[in-house]
């Protein structure tokens, strides 16, 4: 059986073919989706917005959030903490034997 599956998604009133695995293409759909509701949001907001600014500021947005969210996800500052404090406690150990 072939995994792979054509769609075509639409995105800003393009079309756009693509072949993805058969178990990521509900979660393609929905990525075009969101897409697609960003961009019609600013256009909404600015009603003589030309598609590609839309699309390159409802990218941006999405670019940002990505961002952000991976500072959210570092967990760096965490692990160098806890390692400072492994090893005041390893000294203190090795101080009361």
């Known amino acids: 059986m072939d995994d792979k599956l054509n ?5 800003a009133g393009a079309s756009y073919p693509l072949v993805v695995d058969r178990d990521q293409e509900e979660l393609v759909r929905e990525a075009a989706k969101q897409v697609d ?3 019609n949001a600013y256009r909404n907001f ?3 917005l ?7 500021m409802a990218a941006f947005q999405f670019a940002w959030e990505n961002l952000r ?6 967990t760096a500052p965490y692990t160098e903490k806890i390692k400072e ?3 005041v406690l390893e000294k203190n150990f090795k101080e009361q034997d």
């Open 50 to 56: 030309p598609n590609e600014m839309a699309l390159g």
């Open 7 to 11: 769609i075509n998604l639409m995105i």
């Open 85 to 87: 404090w492994m090893e």
């Open 46 to 48: 600015y009603k003589d």
């Open 69 to 74: 969210q991976k500072d959210r996800n570092d």
């Open 37 to 39: 509701i960003r961009v």
